[in-house]
């Protein structure tokens, strides 16, 4: 079965910096292509961005409000996947969720929850 | 981007009704489209892949259709666990964008 157990959220200060993790398992993780989504309080869902599998030179892309802010990555021996978060904004505040697709379906995890404030 | 247009925003309807969701996509994304069901403070579940694939586990009063640009769900009998926000998802480009839900109420 396939899992996705997103943690490390938690409250930080605008300008702040924040890593959190998604722990992967059920399916090959060096094999996929991982995406991060959040979604703000109240509000629908945001595609935040993507790495590809190390085969696929594991290039990233990433959302127009945090590029240049929030960078991905992979440690495939831990098939664990990381959203680093920096010069966080009040309008970061969401939960986030890792997610990926895997043949027709999309997975996706419980999420974890950013908060951004003073 | 894909720009993903769902409606209506809102619905009200009752038990045992009939209900459709449109969304509408701003080029053609096959049948690279998703829906999931959201209640509050709970992650998105999935229901249909692939445009018209049911989830397994999910009630077959859910179904979806479509291809290219215009896309349903159809919630054949309306029951109580169903009042939730639906929303669609394209995964055709790497770039995912999804609809700005529907919110689907007890009238």
């Known amino acids: 079965e396939v899992q996705l157990v997103e943690s490390g959220g938690d409250l930080v200060k605008p300008g702040g910096s924040l890593r959190v993790s998604c722990a992967a398992s059920g399916f090959t993780f060096s094999d996929a292509w991982m995406s991060w989504v959040r979604q703000a309080p109240g509000k629908g869902l945001e595609w935040v961005g993507r790495i590809k599998s190390k085969a696929d030179i594991g290039t990233t892309d990433y959302a127009a409000p945090v590029k240049g802010r929030f960078s991905i990555s992979r440690d495939d021996s831990k098939n664990t996947l990381y959203l680093q978060m920096n010069s966080l904004k009040s309008e970061d505040t969401a939960v986030y969720y890792c997610a990926t697709l895997l043949g027709g379906p999309v997975h996706w995890g419980q999420g974890t929850l950013v908060t951004v404030s003073s | 981007d894909v720009q993903m247009t769902q409606s209506p925003s809102t619905l009200s309807a009752s038990v045992g009704d009939r209900v459709t969701i449109t969304c509408r996509a701003s080029q053609s994304i096959s049948t690279w489209l998703a829906w999931y069901q959201q209640k509050p403070g709970k992650a998105p579940k999935l229901l249909i892949y692939k445009a018209s694939s049911l989830k397994s586990g999910v009630p077959s009063r859910f179904s979806g259709s479509g291809s290219g640009t215009e896309f349903t769900l159809t919630i054949s009998s309306l029951q109580p666990d169903d009042f939730a926000i639906y929303y669609c998802?394209?995964?055709?480009?790497?770039?995912?964008?999804f609809g700005q839900g529907t919110k689907v109420e007890i009238k």
């Open positions: 998802q394209q995964y055709n480009s790497y770039l995912w964008t």
